[in-house]
């Protein structure tokens, strides 16, 4: 599965395991459909490992955390089940150990579905997939959500009244460690609290210097809301400003100029749109400028590279586009063989179609002896919105043709 998409289930009772390089907290949340929790009992964790119509079973660190969900036991009302998982080290990202959830069947094993939420930076926590019922019937969902700030976010997000612990003051010297806190009833352990059965550690004699909020590491999630987001290699950014998913027709503009003393750079533009299962739907480019009914269309082949702006511009009508569309692949390729060691300030960018505004912005900054690139890839969430991530990977490819599988890959 890739993030979005869904499946039906036809099975009422379904096993989620999630798996890591890592061991993993896993939880899982009833929500209604306010997309909140009732109460503290639909918070199902490793202390409160049962509720209605939904278990929680720990691997021990051997196998994976499972999360198992009885779609014919679940109250009335409860419209959503929300799988979530933080590494079990604290302050540890999800950086290089991307988890794998795996949808089975509870009673016979067989398994429905797998995913694996892509190219994870400073994500501490994650809604991993989501049970939920629509028209009658019940799917799953990949999410891949990330938070930055741990299960409290996600706590938060839902409805979970989370009591963040004080800070330990500080002092001349470290006093003994104190015994373990009491566990208030409804939270025993909890995991959002960031484990609060070990000591809190000693105070450190001075604070790390605050992160600022305006340059988040590579990885991070941000949205358009501080205006123009000016994109590192796989970093995302949410489509999304003043808390509105931007879904209107934007620009995505691609440029390119000859390397120092070169000649004239023919390089052709394109984007794949690519359906839920990382099926190949269409291609548009120079020799097809218009795909999936007009709502994308490309703007021609640039044959020199020359001259100031874009070179060529692919136009994406994001509220037109069907269903089944949920990732499009921008690439670049060279179709003469020149390398793109021979390119200069190659970049890609975002516009608003109807302002002229830029959005988003993307430089290649490094380049490699090879013919094709994938500059960036926008994909649809779960909750409507897209993202938008920069991804700069070079693939040995003269043709959009060629990069229709390495690019399903990537999504």
Known sequence: MTPGSNLPLNTVRVT???AAPVRLDVSALLLSADGKVRSDADFIFFNQPTGPGVSYRSGGGAAPDSV????????PGIERIVVTASPDAAGQTFRGIEPTATVRDAVGGTVIATFTPPQLGTETALVVVEVYQRGGAWKVRAVGQGYANGLAGIATDFGVSVEEEP?????AAPPAPPAPPAQPASYPASPWLGGATQPPPAAPPAPPAPVPAAAPPAGGKINLDKGRVSLQKNQTVSLVKGGRPLLTQVKMGLGWEPAFRGGNIDLDASVIAYGPQRNHIDSCYFGKLSILGGAIKHSGDNLTGEGAGDDEVIVVDLGRLPADAT???????????QKFTDVAKAYCRLIDASSGEELVRFDLTSAEPQTGVMMAKLIRQFSGEWEMTAMGEFVKSRTV????KPAAQAL
Not at 329 to 336: A, E, G, L, P, Y
Not at 401 to 404: E, F, I, K, L, Y
Request: negative net charge; aromatic residues 6%.
């Open 16 to 18: 989620v395991d999630v």
């Open 68 to 75: 198992t969900v009885d779609t014919g036991a679940l109250p």
């Open 327 to 337: 990732g499009l692949v921008f690439t670049v390729n060279s179709f003469s063989g």
């Open 401 to 404: 043709r060629g990069m229709v």
């Open 167 to 171: 800070a330990p003051a500080a002092a």
